[in-house]
């Protein structure tokens, strides 16, 4: 059973940056095609970025390219999301998902994710 554990979510300013992390365990990360996902009140939830499993190919939301940067240690188990430039506006609870398929260009549908973490709020305000 793959299970995934986020952390670093908190409150920062409008510009400020944050560093998401997410620890997985159960299978190994080369069979492990991994986002991020973020859900706000009362919205849908939207993918934010992909990463494949060896990590040397990534996807991102229009909304977040350009701020966002996900990577991965398979060594340490672990899925960033570095966010820079924050706005109010990627105010939410923050997703880690892993799927063992290969999701592309399918990628930002929840659905197609087995595995999901519990999620990390991120809030952007003064």
């Known amino acids: 059973e793959v299970q995934l554990v986020e952390s670093g979510g908190g409150l920062v300013q409008p510009g400020g940056s944050l560093r998401l992390s997410c620890e997985f365990s159960g299978l190994p990360g080369s069979r492990l095609h991994m986002s991020w996902f973020r859900q706000a009140p009362g919205k849908e939830r939207e993918g934010v970025a992909h990463?494949?499993?060896?990590?040397?190919?990534?996807y991102y939301a229009d909304s977040v390219k350009g701020r966002f940067t996900v990577s991965r240690d398979n060594v340490k188990n672990m899925l960033y999301l570095q966010m820079n430039s924050l706005r109010p506006e990627d105010t939410a609870i923050y997703y880690c998902?892993?799927?063992?398929?290969?999701?592309?260009?399918?990628?930002?549908?929840?659905?197609?994710?087995?595995?999901w973490g519990q999620g990390t709020q991120v809030t952007v305000s003064v």
């Open positions: 998902a892993a799927e063992t398929r290969f999701l592309a260009p399918n990628w930002s549908r929840s659905s197609m994710y087995t595995y």
């Open positions: 990463i494949y499993n060896s990590g040397f190919t990534t």
